[in-house]
């Protein structure tokens, strides 16, 4: 039945609302019963910008879940909503679930909608917000709805743009109460950096001045000595345990990465002191407790440079010891139950506590290293990145949900919504993949896609072979050194990467790829501008010594292989050659001292500068094969930070600077008739892999868990419509040009 009413509200009709005595949420609360009554439909909400935050914040809802006001918060540009924010346009999608841009938000209640209508609210050229419509009945809204939608966005401008400044001014007052309350379910929106879903109790890793102390977290300890002692044993056999796992599970960590815990608990010195203090009459807890804190001052006195690492092993240690006191024993007596919060966290951190069980991580998403990602999904741990620096600021225990699909966190949920997260995990656990495995990829008109893995970790390579990789198309070596935070010596290097071939024959190993952002905890200065100082080929071109090691362990690995060698951020082909001189020294170093080598390595270059974009013939004419590594390409061609989250929505890959390089990089390399292939992280976005393969680019590498959904995208591609598309594509201009151009890719296939 025709929906009937009069377009506009009447002045009578708003007038009133500011007859109730109510707050601005009130107020804000009554617009939205009115405009869902005037329209007729189930939901109506309105999202305003936070200025602050650059972010739109939900503000008033009918018909969604209200415990969200104020919580939910979208990126610009994110969702159906953000997209009709940032285009200044109205959405109207008869079915939002299918929708590609729909951002599902969990607890939200919106499952039960499918119509979205989104208008953004205009006043004075200004975007104030976006007032968002939901019905239960698809293609519910007509045109006649979007337009009555628009006059009533622009009639509530004015209204709304003053409850907007309210609302602002007082944001740090509510700041403060909001972290009071904390007990009602909060939820915050962050950025995934893995996938994977945890549900536990935080555990606040927290770096400021108090927070590097240990905290008795319960009043409940068994305190006598005896339950020291019995604690000080299992702790002592769980080290030891873990210690074990460890070496089989990630050989590359090397020797004792939980060297200064079992230190410590076999420390008669130590575990002495909190003898002691016991016997004085104090608390088995709070004597835990206060040795450990005496150490950590100690520590913090000491000038090392290893310091903040050490810090963290005592608080892990004491946590440990305070875990163990307890009688119902917990065989691990780790983190296992826990969601690690930390401000800061190294890839050696992240190992040794997702080595204790950690469920998950939050982390703080400044500053973050690309690198944390990348180990976490490795690791396969559920990690998110948040900035709002309200939730670090908590020290308290809180029922964590870490949904690291979304990329969002919730603290203290609703049992419901706790039961159902379990359930999602239960159920991806026990998933076994209907899909065929597919062994290789291949286009519909017969054309073969080589499908290679990414290797972080050794562990990565089982994963590889259980996916049917063709070989590593890139072996991220830096993981080796990262993870144990020190430089590993050639004779271990030789160790490790010939376990490597020993389960993938075909890999190509890339120098280590550390300094900017990817930063080792040992001895590192501070740089202003990481991703433009001393990373990568550079940091190895100034210290030969470690470059040497590397390249020296590569060649003896190498014997009777193909060996195939890749250096990082190549910059032109002044610094390609004198790494390439690094290489022919460190071959006759070997030859004089009569160690079997590879005589003849294939040397490749990466592509994820502009420069070398610009000099592309040479690079392609001088390098056995061309790496292309679009994680940094896009971060230098567009300027924009790959870690920092402020700018995460201009990251854009496929941006039509970043098109444009690469299609005068694929060309050349045919040309040049260089072999070439795609490891950054854009070989997984659909729309991009049809476009590098329209440039005629045969082979990926990807994450291993990603190679079958790549295998299967291809199987739906034609090389004629790829080249089609790829042809369009670098010819449009505009951002906004190419995404109708992929939307309209994606109605296609
Ligand atoms: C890249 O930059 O695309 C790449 C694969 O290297 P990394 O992500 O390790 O910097
Ligand atoms: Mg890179």
Do not use: W
Not at 447 to 468: F, M, R
């Amino acid at each position: 039945m025709e929906k009937v009413y009069d377009l506009i509200f009447s002045v009578r009709e708003l007038t009133g609302i500011f007859q109730h005595k109510t707050n601005i949420n009130g107020l804000l609360h009554l617009v939205v019963k009115v405009i869902a009554k005037h329209i007729r439909t189930e939901a109506c909400s309105i999202f305003l910008l936070d200025e602050t935050e650059n972010n739109l914040v939900l503000r008033a809802t009918a018909g969604l879940n209200s415990e969200f006001i104020g919580k939910i918060k979208l990126e610009i540009g994110e969702g159906i909503t953000g997209k009709a924010f940032k285009e200044r346009i109205p959405i109207n999608i008869a079915r939002g679930a299918m929708d590609p841009q729909f951002k599902h938000i969990p607890g939200m209640h919106e499952e039960q909608y499918e119509s979205i209508l989104a208008v953004p609210i205009i006043y004075h050229n200004k975007e104030l917000g976006v007032i968002v419509l939901e019905d239960s009945k698809a293609g519910y809204y007509t045109p006649r709805d979007v337009k009555a939608l628009t006059l009533i966005a622009s009639q509530l401008a004015t209204f709304l743009d003053n409850a907007k400044t309210l609302l602002e001014l007082r944001k740090g007052f509510k700041d403060r109460i909001n972290n009071d309350s904390l007990h009602k379910q909060q939820y915050y929106k962050g950025r995934s950096a893995s996938t994977g879903i945890a549900v536990g109790t935080s555990f606040f890793m927290s770096e400021t001045s108090k927070g590097k102390y240990l905290r008795t977290e319960r009043l409940d300890y068994p305190e006598s000595l005896e339950a020291f002692e019995l604690s000080l044993t299992r702790s002592t056999k769980q080290l030891e345990k873990l210690q074990e796992k460890m070496d089989e599970n990630l050989s590359e960590a090397g020797s004792l990465i939980f060297a200064s815990h079992l230190l410590m608990v076999s420390d008669d010195d130590f575990s002495g002191s909190i003898r002691n203090y016991i016997k004085e009459g104090e608390k088995a807890s709070k004597s835990i407790v206060k040795v450990v804190n005496e150490y950590i001052d100690l520590f913090s006195m000491s000038g090392n440079e290893n310091v903040k690492e050490k810090i963290l092993d005592l608080k892990d240690l004491g946590h440990r010891l305070l875990k163990n006191l307890s009688e119902e024993v917990v065989d691990d007596g780790d983190y296992s139950g826990q969601i690690v919060v930390a401000k800061n966290m190294l890839p050696s951190e992240l190992v040794k506590l997702a080595a204790q069980h950690t469920e998950g991580f939050v982390i703080y998403g400044v500053g973050v290293t690309s690198h944390i990602a990348i180990l976490a999904k490795s690791l396969d741990l559920p990690v998110v990145f948040l900035t709002d620096k309200s939730f670090f600021n908590q020290r308290d225990e809180y029922t964590l949900v870490v949904d690291a699909y979304q990329g969002v966190v919730l603290v203290n949920p609703e049992e419901e919504l706790i039961k159902k997260y379990l359930g999602n995990i239960d159920s991806s656990q026990t998933k076994t993949g209907s899909a065929k495995m597919l062994d290789f990829a291949e286009t519909q008109d017969g054309i073969k896609i080589k499908i290679q893995a990414n290797i972080n970790i050794l562990s990565d390579s089982q994963n590889a072979v259980k996916y049917k990789a063709e070989g590593s198309g890139l072996y991220r070596s830096e993981f080796l050194f990262l993870i144990r935070n020190n430089f590993p010596t050639e004779e271990e290097q030789v160790v490790i990467y010939s376990r490597l071939l020993d389960t993938i024959p075909d890999v190509v190993f890339r120098t280590i790829d550390i300094g900017g952002d990817k930063i080792l905890g040992i001895a590192d200065t501070k740089e202003l501008n990481p991703s433009l100082g001393l990373r990568a080929l550079r940091y190895s071109l100034k210290n030969t010594g470690i470059f040497k090691d590397q390249l020296r362990a590569l060649l003896r690995v190498g014997v009777g292989k193909e060996l195939k060698i890749l250096f990082p951020l190549v910059t032109g082909i002044d610094d390609f050659k004198k790494a390439k001189e690094i290489l022919a020294q460190s071959m006759e170093e070997l030859e004089k001292e009569g160690i079997p080598y590879n005589k003849n390595p294939k040397v490749g270059a990466m592509i994820e500068l502009p420069s070398i974009v610009y000099l592309i013939d040479e690079i392609a004419a001088a390098a056995d094969f061309m790496s292309v590594g679009t994680n940094d390409l896009v971060q230098y061609i567009l300027g924009i930070d790959r870690t920092n989250e402020k700018v995460k929505d201009l990251y854009i890959p496929y941006h039509p600077a970043v098109l444009r390089a690469l299609k005068m990089v694929a060309e050349s390399a045919k040309k040049n008739n260089c072999p070439i292939s795609v490891c950054g992280d854009t070989a997984v976005d659909p729309d991009l892999l049809e476009f590098f393969i329209g440039l005629g680019i045969r082979t990926f590498s990807v994450e291993p868990r990603m190679i079958q959904f790549v295998r299967r995208e291809i199987a739906r591609m034609n090389t004629e419509n790829a080249v089609r598309f790829a042809e369009k594509a670098v010819d449009l201009g505009t951002v906004r040009e190419i995404e109708v151009l992929m939307s309209e890719r994606m109605k296609n296939t």
